[in-house]
């Protein structure tokens, strides 16, 4: 088993200087890939999870795959409201069932510089993936993000 991991950031006055979510997300998981240890880990990779942002990309995990050279990888997408534990979860236990060997989980926001762009008049160019197909699967919240039960104790503050 090998797992990687990594985070990308970035921060500039200026929205030309630096890159959309797209392209953070897809140095971050390059950066995991190399923390992995394993030389071209990702090509391998099956599944491709994007928690999903506030960014308008039709199918980022598709972007990601086909950034690291993993074209056959399915894609997940799952929407804001979705807890980000059951990402790892999904993924893991998709590997102890024997139905994956290789996953990423991954996200990102480029809000700084999407800010800086309103500010300055001048936003700065963002992947277009429009014709892009759908992701394999979009996943979405079932159910309460936080139980009555915690609610009724106030429970719903870290």
């Known amino acids: 088993m090998c797992i990687g991991a990594a985070l990308v950031s970035q921060r500039s006055d200026d929205p030309d200087a630096g890159v959309d979510a797209a392209r953070l997300i897809v140095d971050a998981v390059r950066a995991a890939g190399r923390d992995t240890g394993v030389s071209n880990a990702l090509a391998g990779v099956q599944l491709v999870a994007v928690a999903g942002g506030s960014w308008t990309y039709r199918n980022a995990p598709r972007l990601v795959a086909q950034a690291i050279g993993a074209t056959g990888a399915r894609t997940h997408l799952i929407v804001p409201g979705v807890l980000q534990s059951g990402l790892f ?18 996200g990102g926001e480029a809000k700084w510089r999407e800010l800086r762009g309103h500010i300055t008049g001048a936003p700065g160019t963002v992947t277009d993936d429009a014709d892009a197909p759908l992701p394999d ?3 979405q919240r079932h159910g309460h993000l936080i139980s009555p039960q915690e609610i009724a104790r106030r429970m719903y503050d870290a």
Not at 89 to 106: E, H, K, N, T
């Open 137 to 139: 699967e979009v996943v």
């Open 89 to 106: 979860d999904r993924a893991l236990s998709a590997i102890a069932r024997g139905q994956l060997d290789l996953a990423i989980v991954c």
